[in-house]
């Protein structure tokens, strides 16, 4: 090949290569340049479209408007604010149109629903009332009136489908004690109450008024209320337990109950707090039902620090230490202050209440026991034998005196017949008889005497004649004793004189 045509065909081969190797054309980059405009655009547009919170203008399934703002959705209900108004509601989705919907499920999900939850529940007349649930179970939500801040718990079945399918989407965790509560009382009144508590057939109630505490049979509310009480959960009352009672026995009493055991329930009368027992026997059916659920923590023994009634209903406050078969001792026998007071002196229900308690046996001569006499003086003696008329005893100054039984109360000759008669009738001579009776005279004679002296009420001057006539009794009473003790005192069965 020559020269030329070889120069030739070179240059036809440089062209060619520096044809393919030029940039593309002005309007391809054109071209890809607004495709790629156009598909951000699209997913902006998309974006925007759906983007929340949002207004719009939703249409029910019935054709009612709504003019809201879009604040989130899930898979079945949707959360808006209502542009007029301001109020909160939450909405089914499938309540709204076929366009509406469409619209509404290519809106990002994630609306998630818990307590507390402000929105505005549907009455039964269509008008919404504004609400805070704060709790839920299977078939009751627990809700607080923004009007009032009143709470109450209601029947998800009686409320609207829409606001059911609202509550139905929140968690349930149960409904829990203190719980307030509209409740229908036995007249069919409404009662604000808070539930506080309930076992297997009782439930404690406050009245939200007065705050009252009260314990009501569940079988006696009505169905409505019962179906709220049976799903709280089951727990025991605490003592102290404030009960009112039904009767007929004490009916309307209100007890604050401190404790029971299988007999007797222990308990404070309201408003005074006087401390009672009673035996659970002698109440009606309905009330030991109540009070045989209760804890049986009660350790009843002597002694006994609370208030008894005598026959006639009156209360005496009293501190028994024991009993002998028919009495109860009241005050202690070991500070010398016991007293003996029969049982049938008190109430039928109190005599069975001792009764329960253990007996034990009389006491044993010497004992210390208050004497009182028909005049009403006290004496604090030591009790030495007694026979069939007279007592022996030893006063706290070491006095010896004879009382005639029969000088004493009706309480103290009760007591002291009911012991051993272990004094022998003395057979002694008419002038020792006479001494002893002498002495007996001036030992009561110096109890008037001493009596008088120690009263501020008395003239001085009346005192002191009063102290001399006591000196005289007693240097009397020596010079007769010391005669008496020349002759031997009567014998006595346990070998006392």
């Not at 393919?20 to 951000?40: D, H, N, S, Y």
């Not at 509404?104 to 505005?120: C, M, V």
């Not at 002291?416 to 020792?432: I, K």
Request: net charge negative.
């Amino acid at each position: 090949m020559t020269a030329p045509k070889q120069e030739q065909l070179e240059q036809r081969l440089g062209n060619i290569i520096q044809s393919r190797t030029k940039p593309p054309l002005p309007w391809l980059q054109i071209l890809i340049f607004v495709a790629a405009l156009g598909v951000v655009g699209w997913f902006g547009y998309q974006h925007w479209l759906y983007r929340l919170p949002q207004e719009r203008d939703l249409v029910l399934s019935g054709g009612k408007v709504l003019h809201a703002r879009i604040d989130g959705r899930d898979n079945s209900l949707l959360k808006i604010t209502l542009i007029e108004g301001g109020q909160t509601r939450y909405l089914p989705i499938a309540s709204l149109s076929i366009n509406d919907q469409n619209f509404i499920r290519n809106l990002e999900a994630g609306l998630s629903l818990s307590f507390p939850l402000e929105l505005a529940l549907t009455d039964a007349d269509g008008k919404e009332v504004p609400v805070r649930l704060e709790s839920r179970d299977n078939n009751w939500v627990q809700v607080t009136y923004l009007a009032d801040n009143s709470q109450n718990c209601l029947p998800i079945a009686s409320l609207a489908e829409a606001d059911r399918m609202v509550i139905q989407a929140l968690p349930a965790p149960g409904l829990n004690f203190p719980l307030k509560y509209v409740f229908s009382d036995a007249t069919g009144q409404k009662v604000s109450v808070s539930l506080e508590a309930r076992n297997d057939d009782w439930v404690q109630i406050t009245n939200l008024l007065n705050q009252s505490r009260m314990y009501l049979p569940i079988a006696s509310l009505a169905q409505s209320d019962q179906a709220l009480v049976r799903v709280m959960p089951v727990q025991a009352f605490d003592y102290p337990v404030s009960y009112t009672v039904i009767g007929p026995m004490q009916a309307g009493a209100h007890w604050e109950i401190t404790g029971r055991d299988k007999n007797v329930v222990a308990f404070n009368i309201l408003p005074d707090r006087s401390s009672r027992y009673f035996l659970i026997s002698d109440l009606s059916s309905i009330d030991q039902s109540f009070i045989n659920e209760l804890p049986d923590h009660l350790n009843f023994n002597w002694p006994l620090d609370c208030t008894m009634s005598d026959k006639t209903g009156a209360p005496i406050k009293i501190y028994a230490t024991g009993r002998i078969p028919d009495f109860v001792i009241l005050g202690d026998p070991v500070e010398g202050t016991a007293e003996y007071r029969p049982i049938a002196s008190f109430s039928e229900e109190d005599q069975k209440v001792f009764k329960l308690l253990k007996s034990s046996s009389p006491p044993r001569y010497p004992f210390d026991l208050t004497l009182i006499d028909q005049s009403k003086r006290v004496l604090q003696a030591k009790v030495l034998g007694r026979s069939s008329t007279a007592v022996k005893i030893q006063l706290t100054n070491g006095t010896l005196i004879t009382y005639p039984l029969d000088e004493l109360s009706q309480q103290n000759q009760q007591f002291l017949r009911s012991l051993p008669d272990n004094l022998s009738a003395p057979v002694e001579s008419q002038q020792l008889k006479n001494l002893r009776a002498e002495v007996a005279e001036l030992e009561k004679q110096n109890l008037l005497l001493e009596s008088d002296i120690s009263n501020p009420n008395i003239p001085q001057g009346q005192r002191e004649i009063d102290q001399a006539n006591l000196d005289r009794n007693e240097r009397q009473i020596s010079s007769d004793n010391l005669k008496i003790r020349a002759d031997t005192m009567p014998p006595a069965s346990n070998g006392q004189r």
